[in-house]
């Protein structure tokens, strides 16, 4: 018997502009950041990637700038 589990893992894209540090976008899959994370890179960013587990029920409603 499998347990669904309670979070999904997410994964943020965050650029400096000048003025700080800002989450640009949030992929659910490690795929789809790898391919996100080479394209801002071949623009001449360099994106930091933070993963987070959030809340499957809070998913729709995450705020990447809050802890």
């Not at 589990?5 to 949030?26: A, F, P, S």
């Amino acid at each position: 018997m499998t347990r669904e589990r309670k979070t999904v893992d997410v994964w943020e894209i965050w650029l400096d502009h000048g003025q700080g540090w800002e989450c640009e976008c949030i992929e659910l899959t490690r795929a789809a950041m790898v391919e996100n994370r080479k394209a801002y890179r071949e623009a001449g960013y360099s994106p930091r990637i933070r993963r987070r587990r959030v809340r499957r029920e809070a998913l729709e409603t995450h705020d990447p700038k809050t802890p």
